[in-house]
């Protein structure tokens, strides 16, 4: 038990770590995306990067390791339909991981073609995925893990409501 509860802590600390760069990582490209300069591009470049390869990705790699560690250890989740819908949510997040990746890569090598508010929009991708995740693990409920992401998404689709009738007015 001791055992499990250190790699539950790693786990959501690491956690934590990953999304800090998830969270951050596009708000970054939305900026990219808006600068005209040179030494700006080449600024961004290089925090886009040390982001992604020093923070982010051993992030991921770490949580990933300790989630694996605490499955063979309670193997008996994998049998509840919730922890199916976890590991679902959590191939989403490395997908868009691996994504992210390739557009750190696209702005390296000047290959970017989406303004900034594409990047907004792209940068909003792991809050569900969170919301799913966190409301899964605490309450075992795939119905409550779908109200909660409906929630986030209604909340979305609130704002870019908002957003299109601001600029209408404008």
């Keep these: 038990m001791q055992a499990y509860n250190w790699f539950l802590s790693l786990h959501v600390i690491f956690m ?30 290089v925090m886009e990067r040390k982001l992604f390869y020093g923070i982010m990705t051993p992030g991921a790699l770490i949580t990933i390791l300790f989630g694996v560690i605490m499955l063979v250890d309670r193997s008996f989740y994998l049998a509840e339909p919730w922890m199916h819908f976890k590991l679902t949510l959590i191939a989403v997040l490395v997908a868009y991981h691996v994504w992210c990746g390739k557009i750190v890569h696209d702005f390296r090598d000047d290959l970017n073609r989406r303004d900034h508010t594409w990047y907004r929009w792209f940068n909003e991708v792991p809050v569900p995925i969170l919301v799913g995740v966190v409301v899964l693990v605490v309450n075992r409920s795939i119905v409550d893990a779908l109200i909660a992401i409906g929630v986030v998404l209604g909340i979305f689709l609130l704002s870019a409501l908002i957003a299109l009738w601001r600029a209408r007015r404008t």
């Design 16 to 45: 934590v770590t990953w999304f800090a760069g998830l969270f951050y990582l596009p708000r970054l490209f939305v900026y990219h995306a808006m600068t005209e300069d040179a030494l700006g591009h080449e600024r961004f470049k």
